[in-house]
Nanobody, 125 residues
Framework: QAHLAESGGGLVRAGDSLSLSCAASGDSFNLYAMAWFRQASGKDREFVARIAWRNAIPYVADYAMGRFTISRDNAKNTAYLQMNDLKPEDTAVYYC??????????????????WGQGTQVTVSS
């Protein structure tokens, strides 16, 4: 039973950077991978990035490549999302998610068993 806590969101200007953190706690769960999703007002939740816990291989959405970087600290059970060159269209609630096993369709929110409550990222133009 995992609990996820996101932090690091805020209000920034276009071109600025933010770093998000997601700390996992609890027991009786297998931390296979962690991911970031985002949901803008009136839109569906969409995939941002995912990282496997053991090999740290990252997968990043096309729109985020070159700007966003996902990483993890095994000792702290924490995943990070470094976001650079933020754009107004990046404005959304950003959610951390945990996957307890292998799922090929990792871009789908439905394969993740645990979710944080989200942190708001607002980018002004």
């Amino acid at each position: 039973q995992a609990h996820l806590a996101e932090s690091g969101g805020g209000l920034v200007r276009a071109g600025d950077s933010l770093s998000l953190s997601c700390a996992a706690s609890g027991d009786s769960f297998n931390l296979y991978a962690m991911a970031w999703f985002r949901q803008a007002s009136g839109k569906d939740r969409e995939f941002v990035a995912r990282i496997a816990w053991r090999n740290a291989i990252p997968y990043v959405a096309d729109y985020a490549m070159g700007r966003f970087t996902i990483s993890r600290d095994n000792a702290k059970n924490t995943a990070y999302l470094q976001m650079n060159d933020l754009k107004p269209e990046d404005t959304a609630v950003y959610y951390c998610a945990l996957d307890t096993g292998v799922d090929s369709n990792y871009r789908s929110p439905g394969v993740y068993e645990y979710w944080g409550q989200g942190t708001q990222v607002t980018v002004s133009s």
